[in-house]
């Protein structure tokens, strides 16, 4: 669906410091800051009955909280524990919302779909995965086909060959590896020390196990770090050769979390730093064959995001770019966000206050939205932007029923500013994104969000860039 070379990418250091401010990541339309508590339990069961009436397959999100130790930098929601029996309370109330949510479905949707985040999903032991993924399996009817998606999260601190092993006799064949620097010194500052020796046996393991697909997670602006630290560590990565990279911006808020107290101002690279270490590292990544999808998502060139790209089959959701569409996904475990047709569910973020409704057998839902026709014409325009760098008028008047450039008169005026410096081009066919605008996606996908501007939200996202 695009329409020039996915890794033309045009490094634009003045555009990017006037429009890479704060903004959504767009992984949900409306974001998760318009969620209400007015939203209850029984409307998420009305539109689960709903959903039923459709043939549409299930994706199930498994939130995992738990870590052996605080990595300053992290945003997540998490418990630093060493309490096993902490552990098994959890997941003994995990258990009681898998039957609960289980029962509302219909037993024939499949699920394709399935992502264990955190936290450190591998902080579970081997016997605490396997009744986990069983209890799933009995509960779900699991599509146990070569194109289902069952993807981990994995700290390599946390696991060795046997239980990679174990987690491909477990189904998952997708691995997400935390890395974020190779670096030791990088890694002392934020309090998170792992070998490269480490890893590489863990990418000998997966490919021994027949993942398929690996992806690297690395973060920029992390303390010490400097254009040529950050090419060692690409380096290092580059030769392990994984399937796929997410290189993420690190955003430094303290006075929202805690952990990053912990991390000395003086020591994070300044803003022309952290830009020069993005550029370096999106020409080397190209390079060396990446396409660049989206955001902060390289793959290579025959990754199946690379092919849902080009087949137009790409999505975002909470994990950011995936493979399949129209799926329902179903979200477990505390503060986990589920989208069912067209609302969003999100379950407290409370740990205590989640097992406390499941005690009393009640779902955990503790806010959501059901978004209206207009919610998910924007939705689908910032969905288009953000995995194709396009959208086709007469193609989106077809599926909608509209006229794009009357209903959206408004929103192509204010694109104005923006084609004007080059970040995007307007004709009577199309928008769409310069190779000075993919790296400010969200900078203009905020041209179609009607929410921002009600309320202060700068200290609420992250910045672009």
């Known amino acids: 669906m695009n329409t020039f070379d996915p890794n033309a990418v045009c490094f634009d250091q003045d555009l990017i410091k006037r429009y890479g401010g704060r903004g959504p990541r767009y992984t949900s339309y409306p974001t998760?800051?318009?969620?209400?508590?007015?939203?209850?339990?029984?409307?998420?069961?009305?539109?689960?009955?709903?959903?039923?009436?459709?043939?549409?397959?299930?994706?199930?999100?498994?939130?995992?909280?738990?870590?052996?130790?605080?990595?300053?930098?992290?945003?997540?929601?998490?418990?630093?524990?060493?309490?096993?029996?902490?552990?098994?309370?959890?997941?003994?109330?995990?258990?009681?919302?898998?039957?609960?949510?289980?029962?509302?479905?219909?037993?024939?949707?499949?699920?394709?779909?399935?992502?264990?985040?955190?936290?450190?999903?591998?902080?579970?032991?081997?016997?605490q995965l396997r009744a986990l993924m069983a209890h799933l399996r009995e509960a779900f009817n699991f599509d146990e086909s070569g194109s289902r998606e069952f993807s981990i999260e994995v700290?390599?601190?946390?696991?060795?060959?046997?239980?990679?092993?174990?987690?491909?006799?477990?189904?998952?064949?997708?691995l997400s590896l935390g890395i974020q620097d190779f670096d030791p010194e990088v890694q002392r500052a934020v309090n998170r020390i792992q070998s490269t020796e480490e890893v590489g046996a863990l990418m000998r393991n997966a490919r021994e196990n027949r993942f398929k697909?690996?992806?690297f997670d690395l973060i920029y602006g992390l303390p010490h770090q400097?254009?040529?630290?950050?090419?060692?560590?690409?380096?290092?990565?580059?030769?392990?050769?994984?399937?796929?990279?997410?290189?993420?911006?690190?955003?430094?808020?303290?006075?929202?979390?805690?952990?990053?107290?912990?991390?000395?101002?003086?020591?994070?690279?300044?803003?022309?730093?952290?830009?020069?270490?993005?550029?370096?590292?999106?020409?080397?990544?190209?390079?060396?064959?990446?396409?660049y999808i989206g955001m902060d998502h390289f793959a290579l060139p025959d990754d199946d995001l690379v092919h849902?790209?080009?087949?137009?089959?790409?999505?975002?959701?909470?994990?950011?770019?995936?493979?399949?569409?129209?799926c329902d996904l179903v979200a477990l475990g505390v503060s986990a966000i589920g989208k069912i047709g067209n609302i969003y569910a999100q379950n407290t973020t409370s740990t205590i206050e989640y097992e406390a409704l499941l005690e009393a057998g009640k779902l955990p839902i503790s806010r959501g939205i059901e978004v209206d026709a207009d919610d998910l014409l924007r939705a689908d325009v910032i969905s288009?932007?953000?995995?194709?760098?396009?959208l086709v008028f007469e193609r989106f008047n077809a599926v909608h029923g509209i006229?794009?450039?009357?209903y959206f008169g408004e929103e192509i005026n204010s694109l104005r500013v923006l084609a004007n410096d080059g970040l995007v081009s307007?004709?009577?066919?199309?928008?769409?994104?310069?190779?000075?605008?993919?790296?400010?996606?969200?900078?203009?996908?905020?041209?179609?969000?009607?929410?921002?501007?009600?309320?202060s939200t700068d200290g609420r996202f992250s910045k672009a860039i």
């Open 426 to 455: 307007i004709d009577s066919e199309r928008i769409s994104i310069t190779p000075r605008g993919r790296l400010l996606l969200r900078s203009i996908a905020m041209a179609f969000d009607r929410y921002l501007g009600r309320e």
């Open 32 to 127: 998760a800051l318009q969620f209400h508590a007015k939203f209850t339990a029984n409307d998420y069961r009305r539109h689960v009955a709903l959903s039923n009436k459709t043939v549409r397959p299930l994706s199930l999100y498994v939130h995992i909280p738990f870590c052996q130790s605080l990595c300053y930098y992290c945003a997540c929601n998490k418990i630093v524990t060493r309490n096993r029996e902490r552990v098994k309370t959890y997941l003994r109330h995990l258990d009681q919302e898998i039957d609960m949510q289980a029962a509302l479905f219909d037993p024939d949707r499949k699920v394709e779909q399935l992502h264990f985040g955190g936290g450190t999903p591998t902080y579970l032991d081997e016997v």
């Open 384 to 390: 288009q932007l953000m995995c194709y760098d396009q």
């Open 155 to 174: 700290d390599p601190r946390t696991v060795d060959s046997d239980m990679m092993t174990v987690l491909a006799e477990l189904g998952f064949n997708r």
């Open 403 to 406: 006229d794009f450039l009357q």
């Open 226 to 291: 400097t254009v040529d630290s950050f090419d060692v560590t690409l380096n290092k990565a580059l030769e392990m050769r994984p399937d796929r990279l997410a290189i993420y911006n690190y955003a430094h808020l303290p006075e929202r979390f805690k952990g990053q107290r912990m991390i000395n101002d003086a020591d994070i690279p300044s803003p022309e730093t952290k830009l020069e270490i993005l550029h370096h590292t999106i020409d080397k990544l190209g390079e060396s064959e990446y396409v």
């Open 213 to 215: 697909s690996v992806s």
């Open 308 to 326: 849902a790209q080009r087949c137009g089959t790409l999505q975002r959701n909470f994990q950011g770019y995936s493979t399949h569409r129209e």
